[in-house]
């Protein structure tokens, strides 16, 4: 074999396995993800910038790319690991298999790797640094430029994959009886939520994460959703600042996943790394009002602490894994926001209400100002 | 919401006889949802008339009752225990049906019980297909259009609407009979005539085509909160038009897109709503366009099924189980996993490989067919691999058809290979790899057969890897790659040309072992202690290490087929149960996901892998068990015992030599000598001359089979010499050893199965059964009834005495099964079997005695004095009520196979009536195996000419119970002459109306018609298949018609009644209870 690949963890470990994506090397933090459709969707979503994605499911490409589920316009993550890597994709929507899709957009991917163990790895040591490489095969080499890779706490790689400018998204558009003006403010969007919001009949403005909250008035939203996005919520300074105006003017907010974690700052609350995180799609999760359990689409490493936060802003939703609080609502002001997300890409629809939700909350905002 | 205290004892339904269609997936869900139900401090009874399930054990239900599934009987159940609720959920179509009709006849009503699992209105929207149709109109949901037509004369504009080809559905015949695919108009016409004749309510569905599109299944459950979730998705490889049953199906779906995906979840989810299933799981069918993507509902089942037993245990969700808490009132959220123990049962399992389920065909006894939407498969195996390829060979090996994993057909012209491959048969996935050997390319494979290009370009780099593997070096890197592909040693030895073992050696000195991982519902997500394994090609593995003490392996029997099915699987269930009882740790090793010995509850260690020497030689390599117990499992891990003990692996129990000594004729023959046992005269041939010496020698009519065959195949009576020339033509070609078995044949003969122990010192008879069936009818065929009926005190003794002498001197350590025929008081030995025996769970019901655990325990080094009674071990005690066995037949779904009965096996299961006597317990018997007796009416009698004058008092009893007889020209002359009353009518072909259309007309309520032995007549057949498929009972031997007039008079007397297990086990003269360590 001549297109051997290697994957080296900061832990010591080295897997041998073969290319299957562009050549090089690559590096960032490792985490599994166990969905077991939807690799596309997960390639371009840019929540994984800087990190290198196993999949659990061993048969990746099965269906190659399509044109309709891209989550942004390349792919963000560092790398992809897979078992084996279909070559000889089979859908009618396909255009070409994934391996040249990861070769077009320079993504370095491994297959041939015995995923398994290394995912039960990643949960027991949690999430790891480490490097794919086509290039070197030294092992030692390899391990030592693992470490010496930056820690993902501290990184603020929302600033890396947002926009340069604003835009508006019409993909998906679908008339409805009262449009609506939403502002997303772009921390690494994924498209399907885009998609959703425009599927309501809503007017879609994207907006760089760096945005001030005098612009976003401007803008005259009914309201404002703050996006998913890579990364530890934290350094996120600007954006935090942006959020607690909005929440002063009763803007209705809505946040997901990164976008949640940084609205739980902004309400005074703190965040925390979880040991490897939530990547996947049937995380059960329970609607604390509604009892109803909803299996939910996951996608990170970071979470809110409940217990910093003040007794205004309640948990809406919990992870019955384990325990996790999932999401929060304020009582007195149209803010509330879930750690999972709702538009799922790749993931199960049962969440989508709370697009209705926000919906219902920007009209309400709409017709008290009116009166 | 917490469980309902509203209730205090429930009803659960099993789903009766083993059938194609109806396999032991329902043993397995049966017995998860009583034990589960129990657990909840639920009262629970059963009714079933299977006796070869683990469910009907006397210790799982609170009371089990062993009677016919009809509504009548129910009835009586339900008079008696007065339940609260029934759960019909758990037990196929059969419980679903006799529910509903009991509910129709006002039975729940009046006795206030209340249906759990699924609402009446439900399942009538979910199989009614009118209705079906309207619901999912209702919520926009796209189906197949269709037309119902109630006569034959608007075809051509319903056929213009729907366009060729037309699937044909026939309203409420047995088994989707008169159903099939119309491609042109002729077609059309006959099949909608054929369906009409056959439809009791004369209404035929015609259905738009989606042949060759894609099919896929969802396992799904919904709870009363609404909660939802898909426990597993299916792929078939073969396209719609191939029964899922008989398609290769790969979980979880591999090529669809999760946008795609997903809204066939969101359909799924508003299907199940819309239909009302909201406690417990369900099964929806989607078909898929593969080039437009236009998605329709197939069909739903409110119930688990063949499909959930496969999702429970491709994922570990244990859907069964959940099912029955859900019946009472549990919601999703409120159930822990089981596997991981830290999480809750209300997620979607992810899964981080693939698992391939492959069918198994009767084909060795019924021939190829051409599969369509009507299922054949007898069982399945699965496999699991961390690849398609690896899953798919496992799977293939698994089926034990001969196959070392994918393999090629018989070589032929290129032209009948691709018709071969264009047509689905059951070895069509044989023809699609031989015609990638051959070079036809992918896109025109798919072209012809429409499977899926995915799944052709997986076979495709097998048939490459193949190809190259002649001249690879076998290095550890060729061989991991091999490996990880699926490749067996025994393929891999094929492609290099030597032997297995060299391969395997090889292989062991490079270090390529396989590695096991483990099966734990959430992708390694969480950690999970539930040790269920299967074996792949990997960096490592994640064994979890064994507790310490006693570990014992047990290999189960694989694929269900005719021949070997539940009953072994029952027998290894048993073996883990008393090993554990001891606290000896259990290592169970099978491929067959209906069954209950996969459940990870049932062993102490759980490997889910095909029963290959190489497959079960690694196993033993990890596990170092103390020993392997190889008599449970039927013929397959019997095949393996010699080359296990050959590479050092202990057995328990009977030594292989032994088994061996009984199975090779030469040497059974010298040891009957020695033992003074009586056997039919016999030789060996290895040519029509001397087969023909040989029966001259011993006189017609003889029995001849090829030696080294099992379950009766090619076994044949022969009455003259040219019978016997041909027979050694055709049995020579398809041998395999050139040698013939020859043996008088005992006419008119009557045959006894017996079960027996022994330790070494005592042996114990459990159990002797009397046939009702004459000799030369397949023991597993034969109706047969314990205590006997008719033996006489010597003959029983001669009996007890043989099987003594036998075992003993075979060295027999644990189970042996003897077959005699007694012919004029004489007592010949037909063949032993040092192993357990289909009737084992039989026995066990009928004596209320746990016969597998006690073998298991006398294996385990117990003498059999310290596990029975004394007067139980010396055979003096019986009981005092009668058992009879009957077998079940598959004839329906095989179109134009005669269904009559011989020396080959043909049966798929059997059920039992217990009652006070004889005929009762018959009576019982064949309402159980759908064999509805008439009481009055008119009998159609035609018998050979050796029968007439037997059937002579038989046909007086028929007149005085009332009936009215109806014969054709001799046999009515015959009767006439004798003094009976006798309408005659004309033979098939002699004049209208003839006996054919009397039986449309349902004027004839009885046949009896014995085929001629030595010519078997074409309207004898065309009488047995009208019979068969217009659901007349057809008695096709002397005996059975006797026992038949006996129970017809029974039926006519006071009306049945039913006692539960556990009741008649209290008037048995001996205890029962034998405590849980015997
Ligand atoms: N309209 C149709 N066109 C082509 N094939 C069909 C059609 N309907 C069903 N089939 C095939 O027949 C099989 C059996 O049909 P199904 O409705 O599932 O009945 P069953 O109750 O026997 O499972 C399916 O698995 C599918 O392959
Ligand atoms: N000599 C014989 N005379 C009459 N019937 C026989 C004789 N030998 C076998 N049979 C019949 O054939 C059946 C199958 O034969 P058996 O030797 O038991 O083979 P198998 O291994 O298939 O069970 C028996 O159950 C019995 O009914
Ligand atoms: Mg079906
Ligand atoms: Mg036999």
């Known amino acids: ?371 | 919401m917490p469980k309902r205290s509203d209730l205090k004892k429930i009803l659960v339904v099993g789903s009766g006889s083993i059938v194609i269609g109806q396999g032991c997936e329902f043993d397995y869900s049966g017995t998860q949802g009583i034990k589960a139900l129990r657990e909840e401090g639920y009262e629970v009874c059963l009714i079933n008339s299977n006796p070869a399930t683990i469910m009907t054990d006397p210790e799982l239900a609170d009371r089990t009752y062993i009677e016919p599934l009809t509504p009548e009987y129910l009835e009586k159940v339900i008079a008696i225990e007065r339940p609260q609720a029934i759960l019909p959920t758990l037990g196929g179509q059969t419980a679903l049906n006799l529910t509903v009709s009991a509910a129709e006849k006002g039975i729940l009503k009046k006795y206030n019980v209340e249906i759990i699992g699924a609402r009446l209105e439900t399942i009538r929207k979910a199989e009614d297909r009118q209705i079906f149709k309207q619901c999912m109109q209702k919520i926009g949901i796209d189906l197949p259009r269709s037309i119902v037509v109630t006569d034959e004369s608007d075809l051509k504009s319903v056929s213009r609407e729907l366009g060729f080809p037309i699937i044909v559905r026939a309203s409420f015949t047995l088994g989707g009979t008169g159903g099939g695919i119309a491609y042109h108009y002729d077609e059309l016409r006959t099949r909608v005539h054929a369906a009409f004749e056959m439809s009791p309510v004369k209404k035929v569905l015609l259905e738009e085509s989606v042949l060759g599109w894609k099919e896929y299944e969802l396992e799904v459950m919904r709870d009363c909160k609404d909660n939802f979730v898909v426990v597993c998705t299916i792929e078939n490889l073969d396209p719609m038009g191939v029964h899922t049953g008989d398609s290769i199906t790969v979980a979880p779906a591999q090529t669809l897109s999760d946008r795609q995906y997903q809204e066939m979840r969101e359909d799924a989810k508003r299907i199940i709503s819309e239909v009302g299933v909201e406690t417990g799981g369900c099964n929806i069918q989607f078909a898929v366009h593969p080039q437009t993507g236009r998605r329709i509902v197939v069909e739903i089942n409110p119930r688990v099924s063949r499909s959930s037993a496969l999702a429970s245990k491709a994922t570990g969700f244990p859907i069964a189980r959940l099912a029955a808490k859900l019946a009472v009132g549990y919601s999703l959220d409120e159930m822990t996993n089981d596997i991981t123990k830290a999480t809750l049962a209300c997620f979607e399992p992810a899964i981080d490989y693939v698992v391939v389920k492959a069918p198994r065909f009767a084909t060795e006894k019924f021939g190829e067919f051409t599969l369509d939407t009507a299922m054949k498969s007898v069982g399945e195996a699965m496999a699991i691999g961390r690849t398609f390829k690896e899953a798919l060979q496992k799977s293939l090996r698994g089926l034990e058809s001969g196959k070392k994993g994918l393999s090629g057909a018989e070589p032929m012209d290129p032209e009948t290979r691709l018709q071969k491959v264009a047509t689905p048969t059951s070895s069509r996935l044989y023809h699609v790899k031989s015609a990638l050997d051959e070079g036809l390319t992918v896109e025109r494979i798919h072209e012809v057969s429409k499977i899926d290009p995915w799944f052709l370009n997986q076979l495709k780099d097998i048939s490459d890897f193949e190809k190259s593997l002649a001249a690879m070096p076998l290095d550890a890197e060729n061989l991991f790659a091999a490996k990880r592909m699926g490749f067996s040693d025994a393929q891999i030895a094929l492609a290099k040309g030597v032997k297995e073992e060299k391969i395997r050696a090889k292989r062991w000195a490079l270090k390529v072992r396989p590695s096991y991982k483990l099966v734990d519902t959430c992708a390694g997500e969480f950690p999970s202690t539930t040790p269920y394994f299967y074996s792949t090609y990997e960096e490592t593995g994640d064994l979890i290490p064994s507790k310490a003490g006693k570990k014992v392996v047990i290999l189960g029997s694989g694929p269900n087929r005719i021949g070997q099915g539940i009953e072994f699987d029952y027998c290894c269930v048993q073996a883990s149960k008393a090993l554990r009882a001891h606290g000896w740790q259990s290592v169970m090793v099978n491929c067959n996901p209906e069954t209950v010995s996969t459940d990870y509850d049932s062993s102490d260690r759980l490997y889910f892998e095909p029963l290959t020497l190489e497959d079960t030689l690694e196993i033993i390599a990890v596990e170092k068990p103390m020993g392997v117990i190889v008599q449970f499992g039927g013929q397959t891990p019997l095949n393996l015992a010699v080359q296990l003990e050959n590479a050092g692996v202990p057995i328990l129990g009977t030594l292989p030599a032994a088994i061996d000594m009984a199975e090779d004729r030469r040497l059974f023959g010298a040891a009957l000598k020695k033992l003074k046992i009586l056997s039919p005269e016999s030789g060996i041939a290895a040519s029509a001359d001397q087969a023909l010496k040989i029966a001259r020698r011993i006189g017609y009519p003889v029995m001849v089979r090829p030696s080294y065959v099992l379950g009766g195949r090619m076994m044949e009576v022969v009455y003259d010499d040219p019978s016997l020339v041909d027979y050694v033509g055709r049995a020579l070609k398809a041998a395999t050893h050139p040698s013939l078995l020859i043996d008088r044949f005992l006419a008119d003969a009557t045959e006894v199965d017996v079960d027996a122990i022994c330790d070494g010192k005592d042996v114990w008879v459990a159990g002797i059964m009397e046939h009702i069936e004459e000799a030369g009818i397949h023991s597993g065929d034969s109706a047969c009834t314990l205590p006997p009926h008719s033996l006489s005190p010597s003959v029983l003794l001669t009996i007890r005495e043989n099987t003594r002498k036998l075992a003993l001197h075979l060295k027999v350590r644990g189970l042996m099964n003897v077959q005699y025929a007694v012919k004029d008081g004489a007592v010949y030995i037909l063949e032993a079997n040092p192993r357990a025996s289909r009737t084992v769970p039989f026995v066990s019901k009928a004596t209320g005695l746990p016969i597998a655990r006690i073998a298991t325990w006398v294996m385990m080094g117990k003498p059999l004095k310290k596990l029975l009674a004394p007067a139980v071990l010396r055979g003096e005690v019986e009981p005092p009520y009668t058992a009879t066995k009957e077998a079940v037949m598959p004839f329906i779904k095989f179109p134009g196979v005669d269904p009559k009965l011989g020396p080959e096996m043909k049966s798929t299961g059997e059920v039992m009536g217990l009652d006070s006597d004889f005929p009762r317990s018959f009576a019982k018997s064949q309402e159980a195996a759908g064999m509805l007796l008439p009481t009055s009416g008119s009998v159609f009698v035609s018998v050979r000419d050796e029968d007439k004058a037997q059937i002579v008092p038989m046909a007086r009893s028929l007149r005085q119970l009332g009936f009215t007889l109806v014969a054709t020209r001799s046999t009515a002359d015959f009767l006439t002459r004798h003094g009976l009353d006798t309408t005659r009518v004309a033979k098939v072909g002699e004049g209208k109306p003839d006996v054919v259309d009397l039986m449309k007309q349902r004027t004839l309520s009885l046949v009896i018609n014995t085929p001629s032995g030595k010519r078997s007549r074409a309207d004898g057949y065309a009488i047995r298949r009208t019979a068969l498929e217009l659901n007349i009972p057809c008695i096709t031997n002397l005996h059975s018609a006797g026992a038949a007039v006996h129970a017809i008079s029974v039926l006519q007397g006071a009306s049945m009644g039913v006692k539960s297990l556990q009741a008649h086990y209290e008037t048995l003269p001996y205890k029962v209870d034998l405590g849980a360590k015997g």
Request: proline share 5%; aromatic share 6%.
């Open chain 1, 1 to 371: 074999m001549n297109d051997k690949a290697w994957l080296a963890l900061e832990d010591g470990t080295v897997y041998t396995g073969r290319a299957c994506g562009a050549a090089g090397e690559t590096g960032g933090e490792f985490v599994f993800n166990t969905a077991m459709t939807g690799y596309q969707e997960i390639l371009t979503d840019s929540s994984y910038a800087g990190q290198c994605v196993v999949m659990t499911y061993p048969l990746i490409g099965n269906y190659g790319i399509t044109l309709a589920d891209n989550e942004s316009q390349r792919p963000r993550l560092s790398g992809f690991v897979v078992r084996e890597m279909c070559k000889t994709p089979s859908n009618y929507e396909s255009v070409q298999p994934v391996g040249d899709f990861l070769k077009k957009h320079g993504i370095v991917g491994i297959e041939e790797i015995d995923t398994r163990a290394l995912t039960l790895k990643l949960r027991e040591k949690g999430a790891l640094r480490g490097i794919i490489s086509t290039l070197d095969g030294d092992k030692k080499r390899l391990v030592a430029k693992a470490k010496a890779l930056p820690s993902m706490a501290g990184q603020n790689l929302a600033k890396v994959v947002t926009c340069d400018k604003e835009y508006s998204w019409e993909e998906g558009y679908k008339p409805a009886e009262k449009t609506l003006h939403v502002v997303v403010i772009d921390f690494g969007v994924k498209h399907g939520i885009l998609r959703c919001l425009a599927a309501m009949g809503c007017k879609v403005t994207v907006v760089p994460a760096s945005t001030n909250a005098e612009r976003i008035f401007k803008l005259k939203p009914d309201g404002v959703l703050l996006s998913n996005g890579p990364g530890d919520p934290e350094p996120v300074t600007d954006a935090i600042e942006t959020i607690k105006h909005l929440l002063a003017e009763r803007t209705p907010i809505f946040g997901i996943c990164l976008g949640h974690q940084l609205l739980g700052i902004a309400l005074g609350g703190k965040t925390y790394k979880l040991k490897f995180g939530h990547h996947g799609s049937n995380h059960p999760v329970k609607d604390l009002e509604t009892e109803k359990i909803e299996i939910t689409s996951q996608n990170h490493g970071f979470c809110v602490d409940l217990k910093t936060l003040p007794s205004t802003v309640k948990t809406t939703h919990i992870n019955l894994n384990d325990g996790t609080s999932e999401g929060m609502a304020h009582s007195e002001l149209p803010a509330f926001s879930v750690q999972y997300h709702p538009e799922a890409s790749a993931g199960p629809h049962d969440s989508r209400y709370l697009f209705e939700h926000f919906r219902a909350l920007m009209v309400a905002r709409q017709e008290a100002r009116s009166r």
